[in-house]
């Protein structure tokens, strides 16, 4: 665990500035390109945990790099390419203020708030008599509010309009966009036997153009339940075997904490971490269908800054 990267402190060519993000770090470079470093951090409930996840990061920007290339020819995405395991480097964009939340079935935050008895979800009103992990009839969109800090709020698409959050137009835009990414997504997730239960994207704008950024179909920003055996748990009202950082939030909510104020983070000990670390491989060669290589941990800082520099003085 020595060896995961939970911090940096880059100073690539051209660099202007960084943020540093819950798990990413994102690097400006002459106003035309981003750095994207996933690091090992991991955070559920909009609270960055203590502990770090090896290989997570290099799991999250392999598996978004392949969704983006798969991808490209529904919406253009920021990606130019990958100089490192854990690093994407693409065109800086203005990020809309939104995240495109999508949902094919009931589950998570969803239906813990149902469960709680609220039927309508981001201005969208649910049917009566549903049950945890049911299919929606068509996925519905959830978007939420992005925020720099704190919690991210759900918020509908009546409300982001009339506050002018997005233009009608370019929400509208984003809406088809994202039902079509999803759709490409769960035909992708059959194919190694998962479902695509929900996920998110962002998308930006660069010279009147709305751009896919982030990462897409990560475990961080996705769930996936094993297709095999999801009828019968449903019906016998059984949790499903599920691919996703939904179970860290589980672990978390089983040891008492949600985010909220006065809670504490359980102890993570090594082992546990090493558990989570396992899995989010095996999601990785699930979705992908190859073997994970892990990459070089020796010095994880020193590979990167070398290869997004040698890099960076070739463009």
């Known amino acids: 665990m020595k060896n995961a990267l939970v911090k940096t402190d880059f100073n690539f060519p051209g660099q202007k500035c960084v943020y540093h993000g819950k798990v990413s770090d994102v690097y400006h470079i002459n106003d035309e390109l981003m750095v994207m470093v996933a690091s090992d951090r991991i955070s559920a409930f909009d609270v960055i945990l203590p502990e770090r996840i090896p290989y997570k990061g290099q799991v999250l920007n392999q598996i978004a790099a392949k969704f983006l290339d798969a991808t490209s020819d529904i919406v253009p995405n920021w990606k130019i390419a990958t100089p490192d395991p854990m690093v994407t480097v693409g065109v800086r964009c203005e990020p809309f ?3 495109m939340v999508i949902r094919g079935y009931l589950t998570g935050s969803a239906w813990r708030a149902y469960k709680a008895g609220d039927r309508t979800l981001c201005g969208i009103t649910l049917p009566e008599g549903m049950i945890e992990n049911q299919k929606f009839e068509t996925p519905i969109i959830t978007p939420t509010t992005k925020a720099d ?7 509908s698409k009546e409300e982001i309009i009339a506050q002018g959050i997005v233009s009608k137009e370019d929400y509208e835009q984003l809406e088809k966009y994202t039902q079509a990414l999803f759709k490409r997504g769960s035909e992708m997730a059959a194919e190694k036997g998962l479902i695509l239960v929900d996920t998110k994207y962002e998308f930006g704008k ?10 897409i179909h990560t475990p961080d920003s996705s769930r996936y339940f094993y297709a095999d055996g999801y009828a019968e748990r449903l019906a016998k009202g059984e949790e499903q075997r599920q691919l996703s950082k939904e179970f860290v939030r589980q672990w ?3 040891n008492g904490f949600q985010g909220k104020e006065g809670q504490k983070v359980p102890e993570m000990t090594p082992a546990y971490c090493e558990s989570v670390s396992e899995r989010y491989i095996e999601l990785y060669e699930h979705i992908v269908g190859e073997k994970f290589i892990k990459a070089d941990t020796k010095n994880v800082a020193a590979r990167i800054e070398h290869n997004v520099t040698e890099f960076l003085n070739k463009q």
Do not use: A, F, R, Y
């Open 252 to 254: 978390l909510i089983q």
């Open 206 to 215: 660069k010279d009147g153009k709305i751009i896919l950024i982030d990462e």
């Open 149 to 155: 800090e704190g919690h991210d709020e759900n918020i």
């Open 97 to 99: 203020k939104v995240e």
